[in-house]
């Protein structure tokens, strides 16, 4: 079992940046690929990142790729998500997800566990 805190949200304006950590509880966070999901209202759940367990290789989704970045510290038991040069369409409800796949899954009902996640709200 696995829980998941998401934090760091806001209001923000455009080309601003925010940090969101998500922290896990168990002692097994350092085997689980971690991955960060957004929805908008109205919107379905969309992948944003993810960052595997093994190698920490990340993966991102084409509309983030160069703005956001994923980390990770294992002795913390979190994850990140870095977000810089943000747009209005970034805003959502962001999420981060577990699960023991060794490569990240695009698709929010191949995670196991997820936060409750934070909101971002970005201005124009």
């Known amino acids: 079992q696995v829980q998941l805190v998401e934090s760091g949200g806001g209001l923000v304006q455009a080309g601003d940046s925010l940090r969101l950590s998500c922290a896990a509880s168990g002692r097994t966070f350092s085997s689980y690929t971690m991955g960060w999901f957004r929805q908008a209202p109205g919107k379905e759940r969309e992948f944003v990142g993810a960052?595997?367990?093994?190698?920490?290789?990340?993966y991102y989704a084409d509309s983030v790729k160069g703005r956001f970045t994923i980390s990770r510290d294992n002795a913390k038991n979190t994850v990140y998500l870095q977000m810089n040069s943000l747009k209005p369409e970034d805003t959502a409800v962001y999420y981060c997800?577990?699960?023991?796949?060794?490569?990240?899954?695009?698709?929010?009902?191949?995670?196991?566990?997820w936060g409750q996640g934070t909101q971002v709200i970005v201005s124009s």
């Open positions: 997800a577990a699960d023991r796949a060794l490569i990240p899954p695009r698709m929010a009902f191949e995670y196991d566990y």
């Open positions: 960052i595997s367990w093994r190698r920490g290789s990340t």
